[in-house]
């Protein structure tokens, strides 16, 4: 019998040499670093087709998140899909809050921050119209940018699993309500909400997913993809970033509590980024089965949109799989692909 000391180093090795490996082959879709500015790093993927779409894409990532569940590995990544596609991809990493970040609100990311990202692309790509692609979060901050810059250079915009309606967040709501979480009392003592709690959050929503993913993981040990694949994700949902503490106190107040996107929009810097002044084109796509956004939080989307051309597109799966994973790859990312193609030319 092999001591259960030998066993446990040789599973520790195997792990990391996994985990090497999976580093070695996540976010490796060609790309150049194009604009810095304190943590934010904004990137643009290198062409691969002879012929690009006009109209650039800058896809916007949630605060808490890391941008990798876009570019996962090769065959598995989405700005791979649409480099290949023919499209001209830009992204915006926001980096990870230090503390002095702690001051950092929406309007910093809406009127400033994104605003300069999209300066950014313009002038490189030589292009004055622009795709702006949000996802989760990402998505609440794009569309209040385009609410707001409802005359600026958007030309389409693409929101994935987004919400807008604060009382369909029910979880977050209870948790600031009924178990007398105090944003106020949060942001002053702590600065930053540190990332052990946006993933304790996280996890509350689906309390039973850590054990379900760890079976479904035991039933497929003996294939080497699906287990890299799976350990991914689950990798990438662990990396939650803090939460840069003034954004966190005005959407727990202004969003989820009070619900002012959907009564009138929120003000930024002045302007009433009233959903209704969004005329652009417009596809929100979201997951049938979204623990993270339902869709009594993300149903009011293209309803309360100005835009003439808009659909809402509801997908199988779930927050993440939305946008990676063999579904993604197969339903997801084909139909935005078409839907893009017919509006950047």
């Not at 019998?1 to 599973?11: A, G, N, R, Y």
């Not at 809406?110 to 300066?119: E, G, M």
């Not at 969004?278 to 089965?289: C, D, K, T, Y």
């Amino acid at each position: 019998m092999i001591p259960l000391k030998e066993v446990v180093t040789e599973q520790r090795s195997a792990i990391a040499a996994l985990e090497a490996e999976m580093a070695r082959e996540t976010a490796v879709t060609p790309r150049e670093l194009l604009h810095a500015r304190g943590t934010l790093r904004l990137y643009h993927y290198l062409p691969q087709t002879g012929e690009v779409y006009r109209t650039p894409l800058l896809i916007v990532m949630s605060l808490v998140s890391t941008p990798d569940i876009f570019d996962l590995t090769p065959g598995q990544s989405f700005i791979e899909h649409l480099v290949r596609a023919g499209f001209d991809v830009y992204l915006i990493d926001w980096g990870t809050p230090r503390i002095e970040h702690a001051g950092l609100g929406i309007e910093d990311y809406v009127a400033d921050l994104l605003p300069d990202c999209v300066a950014q692309v313009q002038q490189h790509s030589g292009e004055d119209g622009i795709t702006i692609v949000g996802y989760c979060l990402g998505g609440i901050l794009a569309s209040l940018y385009a609410a707001r810059e409802n005359r600026g250079p958007l030309r389409n915009l693409l929101l994935l699993a987004t919400p807008v309606n604060g009382e369909g967040m029910v979880m977050q709501r209870k948790l600031l309500t009924a178990q007398g979480l105090d944003p106020d009392e949060l942001v002053d003592s702590l600065g930053n909400i540190p990332s052990s709690m946006v993933e304790s959050a996280f996890q509350m929503l689906r309390p039973l997913q850590k054990a379900s993913g760890q079976a479904t993981l035991l039933n497929n040990l003996r294939d080497p993809a699906f287990v890299k694949a799976h350990q991914r994700i689950v990798k990438w949902g662990a990396n939650a970033l803090p939460f840069p503490g003034e954004a966190f106190r005005e959407l727990a107040k202004d969003f989820v509590l009070n619900n002012r996107i959907v009564h009138g929009g929120l003000t930024v810097r002045g302007v009433k980024c009233d959903l209704g002044r969004i005329r652009v084109p417009l596809l929100h796509v979201v997951a049938e089965h979204d623990h993270v956004v339902p869709r009594a939080a993300s149903s009011d989307l293209v309803r309360l949109v100005g835009s003439r051309d808009k659909q809402e597109l509801v997908i199988k799966g779930g927050h993440v799989s939305l946008i990676a994973g063999v579904g993604a790859a197969t339903r997801t990312w084909p139909t935005i692909v078409e839907w893009l193609a017919h509006r950047s030319c």
